[in-house]
């Protein structure tokens, strides 16, 4: 990890909101480092043409921002060791978030969604709003 201001986690849906111009995309241009897990990153390929076509925003443009994140993608091989702790953390709230939920607590950072599945887990969870206010904007 950088020496910047903070680190955190993406979850899929701040990435979607990021890729089509929504709020979180606000906050890339901050000093920040952006992790995420192979297997979100393949969650935001599959639902971005859906997403671009709720925001009437081309998926060529998505793809651009998507790009320009510059986000870090981790592999399940490098979280592996956290996989049960998060199974038994959020594994019955929602199996998807397992993932993303074992990178967070392998690099100890804060994770950013805006699902509230996170609430109540002994990680810190900044919701976009709640990111953005910490980055000052």
């Not at 043409?49 to 490098?78: G, Y």
């Not at 978030?97 to 969870?125: C, H, M, Q, Y």
């Amino acid at each position: 990890m950088k020496n910047l201001e903070i680190v955190v986690v993406a979850d899929a849906n701040v990435l979607l909101s990021a890729a089509v111009g929504k709020a979180a995309h606000k906050a890339f241009f901050k000093p920040i480092e952006v992790y995420t897990t192979q297997h979100t990153y393949n969650e935001l390929i599959k639902y971005l043409p859906a997403f671009c076509e709720m925001f009437n925003v081309s998926e060529e443009d998505a793809r651009d921002q998507i790009e320009k994140l510059q986000l870090v993608v981790k592999n399940k091989s490098f979280y592996k060791a956290k996989l049960v702790e998060a199974w038994e953390l959020i594994g019955k709230r929602d199996s998807k978030d397992v993932d993303v939920l074992a990178l967070t607590l392998k690099l100890e950072v804060p994770i950013w969604s805006n699902d509230n599945d996170f609430k109540g887990l002994p990680v810190k969870r900044y919701t976009t709003a709640q990111f953005l206010k910490k980055l000052g904007m």
